[in-house]
C-alpha cells in the first residue's frame, strides 16, 4: 500500500511561484504519479502527471509552459514547479499513485485510475 503526503501550498500572489510536494511511503517505484486540483464547486481536474520511470510527463492545457513536473525516486518525492500563477490555480492539489500496468499513457488523466490519493494541499493565488 503507498500513503501519499501533499505539501507546500499557501498563498501567493498572482505570477509568483510556489512548488508543490508529494511524499510516498511504500512501493513507490511502480507507481506513476499524477496532479489533480480541485476548486470549490468544481469537480477534481487534472493538472500533471509523471511516469514511473520519470521519463514520461504530460500536462493539462491550461497548466503548459508553466508548470512542470518532476520525481526523485530515491527520495520517494515527486514536485510540481508551478510559475506565473493566475487566480484560477486555487484549489485543492491532491497527488495520487497508478500501479503502472502499461496503460499509463491513456489513462493518465481519469482520476478514477489511480490507486492511492493524499489529503491534498490548498493553494490560493491572490490577484
Known amino acids: 500500500q503507498v500513503q501519499l503526503v501533499e505539501s507546500g501550498g499557501g498563498l501567493v500572489q498572482a505570477g509568483g511561484s510556489l512548488r508543490l510536494s508529494c511524499v510516498a511511503s511504500?512501493?513507490?517505484?511502480?507507481?506513476?504519479i499524477g496532479w489533480f486540483r480541485q476548486a470549490p464547486g468544481k469537480e477534481r481536474e487534472f493538472v500533471a502527471a509523471?511516469?514511473?520511470?520519470?521519463?514520461?510527463?504530460y500536462f493539462a492545457d491550461s497548466v503548459k509552459g508553466r508548470f512542470t513536473i518532476s520525481r526523485d525516486k530515491a527520495k520517494k518525492m515527486v514536485y510540481l514547479h508551478m510559475a506565473s500563477l493566475k487566480p484560477e490555480d486555487t484549489a485543492v492539489y491532491y497527488c495520487a499513485a497508478h500501479y503502472d500496468d502499461n496503460t499509463y499513457r491513456s489513462v493518465y488523466n481519469r482520476p478514477e485510475k489511480y490507486d492511492y490519493w493524499g489529503q491534498g494541499t490548498q493553494l490560493t493565488v491572490s490577484s
Open positions: 511504500g512501493p513507490f517505484a511502480s507507481y506513476n
Open positions: 509523471i511516469s514511473w520511470g520519470g521519463g514520461n510527463t
